[in-house]
């Protein structure tokens, strides 16, 4: 696909090379799974991939680990070039940043993008199904950021407890 010269076909990651690689970026019923080591960047390259997707339908962004509020703060300063140190911080010094970081936000709330703390499968589809009615059962994309968390829930407990529950 990715030398044919069509058209990719499913979602783009907003990473050109990176669609390349996937053969025509996210498709219908695939998951594509990004690991790394702890601070490698998994959770910036996840929130960018869904900014990219929410500018092409509905996209949900699950996160485990960090408040929505700190993804938000991600997704502002990779739109508006403005220090994502700064913008949790709400260090805005000049009036050129204040004005991206505005500019960025305002952008988001253009798109379809929703950020929401969910701790279980049940509560995810849950919440697609009001998605989808709100945004008139359009086919959409889902993140999940740390998905080990999301799978204890699912097993029911930390992989470090033995069956009477105590650590080991």
Known sequence: ?????????????GFWMLDQLLAGAYRPGAMTVIGGYTNQG??????QMALAAGR??????????SEPRAIFSRLVAALSGVPLSRVIQR????????????AASSALSELTVEIETLESLEDIEQ???DMSIRHGFTPG??????????AESVRGGSSSQTATGAET
Do not use: N
Not at 2 to 13: D, E, I, N, V, Y
């Open 141 to 150: 994309i889902v993140f999940v950021d740390d998905v080990d968390s999301l």
């Open 1 to 13: 696909v990715a030398h044919s010269g069509q058209p990719l076909a499913g979602w783009t990651t």
């Open 127 to 129: 919440y697609l199904g």
């Open 42 to 47: 998994k959770t910036q390259i996840a929130a």
């Open 91 to 102: 260090d805005l010094r000049t009036g050129e940043d204040y004005e991206r970081a505005m």
């Open 56 to 65: 092409q339908g509905p996209c949900l962004y699950v996160t485990l680990e």
